[in-house]
């Protein structure tokens, strides 16, 4: 395992901590104290088949930039931890012990992963770095006051990456409170293993281990909850995006309301409910099984990850308002969905959609979420 770590100072004065592992089988893992991001993750030694001109040293698998500058003003959270709450909520406010509590909008009159000071694009503290023989860790930290964009309590968060020898990425969420308030913290690393960010992921195979999933209205927020089966969303077995995204249920009303779905999110952007019983228990009791979520696989590379996690669901993102606006290192330039986001978190609006079955996370109960990733 290899460690090493570089600072970079912006315009402002302010200096930002970059970390790279490698592993012995060549597999590097890139993070950055802005938004506790993932930055990048490659392998090393492979080069990109489609682009003989790129000098051959590394298969990047996840969408990134490397100006930092990016990560700044990233309006499409790519790599980012995403806190105090991941996905919408709708109407910009949440019910805390039967108080309505208004929150700041940022997406219409919703509130998008947090509102605008969420923690994306703030620059967290590093909180150690642990380097074992098979192992490496690293731990950022970062606060928000009491009041900010409408959530109480004066909440410190955590965010843990390690990477070991046999390419598994751990990746553990912590946050405390001093008040009764709602946590949903999540990763939004964009995916691509062919390596080729400026042509479309859709015929990247995924199979979603779930039952459920949510159907939203034009403004991504969920309205119901129905089988996966028959549906454009049954990645019970493995299927590419692209060949789901053409299938046409044989019930007419089944059929209209798939394709309003795609209509709406320019393919899927919808929360799968990784569970059998979405609604009779606590959706984030503790402590939760850490369990199988979801298998992306890339035909021609032959690389995959494997996703694990204790959250309740996986929000599969397939980057359809992506544009051509991010440049790489290579020359190209992105177009839209040319990454997959998978993001393991509470069902979007959680506080309206299950008002019975949404956790606070409260002085006496911090909140946990574990997600893991094999990567091949």
Not at 94 to 123: R, V
Not at 130 to 145: E, K, N, T
Not at 248 to 274: D, V
Not at 280 to 285: C, G, K, L, T, V
């Amino acid at each position: 395992m290899q460690l090493s770590d570089k600072f970079f100072t912006f315009d402002t004065g302010e200096k930002s901590h970059f970390f790279d592992i490698i592993t012995s089988s060549g597999l590097s893992l890139s993070l950055f104290s802005i938004g506790a991001s993932i930055q990048k993750i490659a392998f090393k030694g492979k080069k990109w088949s489609d682009h003989p001109e790129t000098d051959g040293n590394e298969l990047p698998i996840t969408f990134s930039s490397g100006n930092p500058d990016f990560y700044r003003i990233c309006p499409c959270y790519a790599g980012a931890t995403l806190a105090p709450n991941a996905g919408r909520i709708s109407g910009s406010s949440i019910l805390l012990g039967g108080e309505t509590i208004p929150l700041t909008p940022n997406e219409g009159a919703n509130q998008l992963h947090g509102g605008p000071h969420n923690l994306s694009a703030q620059n967290w503290n590093t909180e150690f770095v642990r380097q074992d023989y098979d192992s490496v860790s690293i731990g950022f930290s970062a606060f928000l006051a009491d009041g900010v964009d409408g959530y109480p309590g004066n909440r410190t968060f955590h965010a843990e990456y390690t990477l070991d020898d046999s390419n598994w990425l751990t990746i553990r969420y912590r946050a405390s409170t001093d008040r009764p308030t709602y946590i949903n913290m999540s990763n939004h690393t964009y995916w691509n293993l062919s390596g080729d960010f400026s042509s479309s992921a859709l015929d990247e195979t995924l199979t979603v281990f779930a039952n459920n999933v949510c159907l939203n209205n034009e403004e991504h927020i969920p309205v119901e909850i129905i089988p996966i089966a028959r549906t454009i969303f049954d990645f019970s077995s493995p299927a590419s995006l692209k060949s789901r995204l053409d299938f046409l249920p044989r019930e007419e009303k089944l059929r209209s309301r798939c394709r309003r779905q795609i209509s709406i999110a320019r393919g899927y952007n919808h929360a799968f409910i990784l569970s059998r019983d979405q609604t009779s228990r606590n959706f984030r009791s503790l402590p939760q099984p850490v369990r199988k979520a979801c298998i992306l696989s890339d035909p021609v590379s032959g690389h995959s990850i494997t996703l694990y996690t204790d959250a309740p669901a996986l929000v599969v993102y397939s980057g359809g308002f992506l544009d051509d606006s991010i440049g790489f290192p290579d020359g190209t330039h992105s177009c839209p969905s040319c990454a997959i986001a998978l993001e393991a978190q509470d069902v979007p609006d959680s506080p309206h959609v299950l008002p019975e079955h949404f956790s606070i996370t409260t002085p006496e109960h911090p909140f946990e979420r574990t997600i893991r990733i094999q990567i091949r």
